[in-house]
């Protein structure tokens, strides 16, 4: 019998759904998320990055920080922690958002779900608990961490309405993007959101604990051609990129552990200044973020199409070939839908606006020998690949 | 609309109202209690005694008593008085600001003494850059600030020289235990220093920074010596009013304020606990700054991580004051009968003072505390019934946060004070006719001082210069526009001074905030 308080021998925990993933995971390459055990890749990698992009992936979100914020003072609360105007948020919606800190830089990113009058959860990719106890103060909030209470299922893809509808959950197809709505599933409720992190169709799943494995075995026993996988991280990462979604802490450093000086970045800066209403109301970072909006954009966290096939990997960018190194990539993939090499790269500004041409170097290797290559880079605001499909109400059938 | 509404009517808002009006500006100042003066007011007790709040403070910064022109007013300076360091056994030793008087003194203390007080002045007057102006910001700063960072450079290295540079550099973050153990040797002596280092605040003598308290404490001695407060006739209270009134200030009593309003971080005015609302784009709060941003503004209206740490600000009020009404004067042992009016202070040596603090951190109030012992009817005879006398004591290590609670324990600490004070005073028991005990939860019902801290906030060297009351919102100038600070808990802090109301007032013209 283990006891409780070895629990810190166990390096990394499971969630409801671990022992079906290390059943179907074929190449045991497991990563932490939150301390969650989770995979990188289960299967094959090309496998599970086309399921999310032509068939169906199913990824654990349980490591995913989740909060349940509840009370009177709840939505004053979330309209004076996040940046965005939550006026249009209501009972079954989900938004967008971000928060700061009183320096006006971003702390992360999440999304606030609205279940209730005065019931809210907020989910966030990192930890959370104590800048949302910090925000507290003064309101009448109770703050609830249910990261482990509330397993939860990713299900990504073009066929996964279909295939959800197939394992038996009744009008899931009425689902808007951003709605949030209990149905049922396996004969039990279940909280679905039309969420996702893969800019493709995409629910989100949201089990009581009890119900998890149910649910997840309702969905895999689905028969037919709607290639339903099992997706790690990796996949996860290429498809985030070809959406345009950044990831706090990899793209950019989160404000509140950033230690250097100059290294956190303001909403603008993460091509999130979208998020900012300033006018909605007083927020945490309200008046430096308009501060630093009084002088030209110093940086700007940028979409770019790198040209040519070779894995671009780390790499810094120039203001014209062999110019002024102006910045760096922090993310790249190769994208197989689009047949391009995509990057997202923190690049500084001139007098606001981003050098015009834009060159990426870097270094790859051709069986195990080295070599340097120059790429012109073309950036975009849009996101690399936003497919037609992924927004219809209700979606296409298979 | 008003132009500008100061809150609070002690004599950092009187004094900050009476510029902002003299400025040319409308001014409403509103006071909580139906009299001005704040902590620095006398309060009646008994049947027909008052005593004063605060019994002894330094002057008022003479620049601010001739612009106000106080002496019209009618205000009187009070008497300087010397202090007396009370001894168990009648053996007292009174410290002059040039001498030692006492038996007993051994001589190298005589010798040292003005040295000592010569060095504290010589670093106070390197200092001088921070106390008498606005505290420099040092990040982003204005030419003012660049001019106090060079003018306190050039008096810490060339004013001072080499040598005494070292030894304040030294010195500065010290505890003034050890600096007193290495220059002096008479218990009474260092218990009395150790004593006026910390008084007022939850610190020890062995706590460091108190070299640095006992300075900031000591700075408005420039101006002026020790004086006894005065609380009747001539008192200061009473002439501020008069001149905020003759400046045009409408001074509104007895009207507490219930919110400070603000939309998205610009102020728009105040709401009275009656519900009256007044506009003004600027409001200047004389409360601790706890209270200000705690209670008046709320932590929604200001950014999360600046409500926290206004929430942190460090002042846990640790003194009692206990009157006493007296049917002739009292007697002390070893005291001449003109020698009761001066300040008499009990603290017999520097352990004594560091034991007696030690409990305050666990809630303990303290067996042997430290005593401030005035006598102001000695001054004022107005104070008491003819032939009367009233006696006013501080009492050190009284924890405003005392284990089991004030109600249960006030009783039997108001025996074990007149049990030690008859010690003192043999007799002092049979001559009681009225006692009024008032703990820090007193003190902050009666004045609003949050936790009965008499500085709206610790003197530690955290809190101090740039960092009073918290980073964010020194200068007087806080993160909501339109709102600015102008108490004790606002550089350079507690006393009687009336510099924080003066310096929030020109900063208040300067920024333009009242316009």
């Known amino acids: 019998m283990k006891l409780e308080h070895e629990h810190f021998r166990q390096a990394l925990q499971g969630s409801a759904f671990l022992g079906r993933m290390e059943s179907l995971s074929n190449t045991e390459n497991w990563a932490s998320w939150n301390g969650y055990k989770v995979p990188r890749v289960v299967d094959k990698l090309s496998t599970e990055y086309f399921a999310v992009r032509s068939g169906c992936a199913v990824m654990d979100l349980t490591p995913m920080e989740k909060y349940r914020i509840r009370g009177a003072g709840a939505r004053a609360f979330l309209d004076r922690l996040v940046t965005r105007d939550l006026a249009k948020l209501r009972p079954g919606r989900v938004s967008y958002v971000i928060w700061c800190n009183d320096e006006g830089k971003v702390i992360d990113d999440g999304t606030v779900f609205q279940l209730g009058e005065q019931d809210y959860r907020l989910c966030a990719q990192h930890h959370q608990l104590d800048w949302l106890l910090t925000s507290a103060v003064g309101f009448e909030v109770t703050i609830e ?47 679905v959101s039309r969420t996702g992190y893969t800019g493709d169709l995409g629910y989100e799943l949201w089990f009581q604990p009890e119900h998890a494995l149910a ?14 996988h099992a997706m790690g991280l990796d996949a996860l990462e290429m498809v985030r990129i070809e959406a345009g979604f950044i990831m706090p802490g990899f793209d950019f450093n989160c404000a509140e552990s950033t230690v250097r000086a100059g290294h956190d970045r303001t909403p603008d800066e993460v091509g999130l200044g979208w998020l900012v209403q300033a006018d909605k109301g007083h927020f945490t970072g309200r008046q430096a973020i308009l ?48 047949k391009a090499n995509l990057a997202l790269a923190d690049i500084e500004c001139q007098r606001g606006e981003l050098p015009a041409d834009l060159w990426a170097r870097f270094d790859y290797q051709r069986e195990l020998k080295w070599h340097t290559a120059w790429a012109r880079c073309r950036a975009q605001n849009q996101p690399f690949y936003q497919p037609q499909h992924r927004g219809l109400t209700p979606p296409a059938p298979y | 609309m008003t132009d500008a509404i100061v809150i609070g009517a002690g004599h950092n808002g009187l004094v900050c109202a009476t510029l902002l009006a003299r400025a040319g500006h409308s001014v409403v100042l509103l006071e909580a209690a139906e009299e001005v003066g704040g902590m620095a007011r006398g309060l009646a007790f008994g049947d027909g005694y008052r005593a004063p709040t605060a019994p002894f403070a330094y002057p008022l910064d003479p620049d601010l008593s001739r612009q106000l022109d106080l002496a019209a007013h009618g205000y009187q300076a009070g008497t300087p008085v010397a202090t007396v360091a009370l001894a168990a056994d009648g053996r007292h030793l009174t410290l002059h600001e040039d001498r030692l008087e006492g038996v007993d003194i051994p001589a190298e203390d ?39 960072l060079m003018k306190l450079a050039w008096k810490i290295r060339f004013g001072l020289g080499r040598e005494r540079m070292y030894e304040f550099l030294r010195l500065l973050a010290m505890n003034i235990y050890d600096v007193l153990d290495d220059g002096f040797t008479d218990p009474r002596l260092k218990g009395a220093l150790a004593a006026d280092a910390v008084l007022g605040c939850q610190m020890g003598p062995r706590t460091p920074g108190t070299v640095m308290s006992w300075l900031q404490r000591r700075f408005p001695a420039r101006h002026g010596a020790l004086s006894a407060v005065r609380t009747g006739a001539g008192n200061l ?82 003194v009692a004051q206990l009157h006493l009404g007296l049917r002739e004067r009292p007697a002390f042992a070893g005291l001449d009968a003109d020698q009761h009016g001066q300040r008499l202070l009990f603290a017999p040596d520097a352990r004594y003072v560091e034991r007696s603090f030690n409990g305050s951190k666990y809630g303990e109030a303290a067996a042997e505390p430290v005593l401030e012992i005035a006598l102001p009817s000695m001054h004022e005879t107005e104070l008491a019934p003819a032939g009367h006398h009233v006696m006013s004591v501080n009492i050190s290590a009284m924890p405003y946060s005392l284990k089991g609670g004030w109600d249960a324990h006030k009783a039997a600490l108001q025996e074990q004070l007149l049990d030690q004070l008859e010690g003192l005073a043999p007799g002092l028991r049979e001559q009681v006719v009225a006692a009024e005990f008032l703990s820090p939860v007193d003190i902050e019902a009666r004045t609003g001082a949050v936790r009965g801290h008499w500085h709206h906030g610790e003197l530690t060297l955290h809190q101090s210069f740039m960092m009073r009351p918290l980073y964010g919102a020194a200068q007087y100038q ?11 808990g606002a550089h350079p802090g507690g006393g009687v001074h009336g510099l924080p109301g003066k310096l929030a007032a020109q900063r208040v013209l300067a920024t333009g905030g009242a316009a």
């Open chain 2, 478 to 488: 806080t993160p909501v526009a339109g709102l600015y600070l102008c108490s004790a």
């Open chain 2, 237 to 318: 209270s009473d002439a501020l009013l008069a001149a905020a009134q003759a400046a045009g200030v409408q001074v509104r009593q007895g009207q507490p304020v219930q919110q400070i309003t603000v939309d998205r971080s610009q102020v728009t005015g105040v709401v009275l606990a009656d519900g009256e609302t007044l506009s003004s784009g600027c409001v200047i709060s004389a409360l601790d700054p706890r209270a200000t941003f705690g209670c008046l503004v709320g932590a929604p209206a200001l950014d999360a991580q600046f409500a926290q740490r206004a929430r942190q600000i460090r002042g846990e009020g640790v």
């Open chain 1, 215 to 228: 649910g997840w075995d309702a969905i895999f026993a689905v028969q037919g051609l709607y290639d339903i």
């Open chain 1, 291 to 338: 501060a630093a909006r009084k002088k030209p954009l110093q940086r700007l966290l940028s979409k770019l199409v790198v040209e040519g096939n070779k894995p671009v990997g780390e790499a810094f960018v120039y203001a014209g070939k062999d110019g002024k190194q102006v910045g760096e990539v922090k993310c790249t993939t190769w994208s197989p839908v689009l």
């Open chain 1, 145 to 191: 961490v249910e990261t482990h209470a509330v397993p939860a299922l990713a299900v990504q893809g073009p066929t996964s309405c279909s295939v959800l509808q197939q394992a038996g959950l009744e009008g899931i197809e009425t689902l808007k993007p951003f709605d949030v709505k209990e149905l049922r599933l396996a004969g039990a409720p279940v909280l």
């Open chain 2, 110 to 148: 005589q010798a040292a003494w003005p040295a000592f007080r010569q060095q504290a002045d010589d670093f106070l007057e390197a200092l001088a850059p921070l106390f008498g102006r606005p505290p420099p910001r040092l990040k982003d700063f204005s030419s003012a600030d660049r001019n106090t």
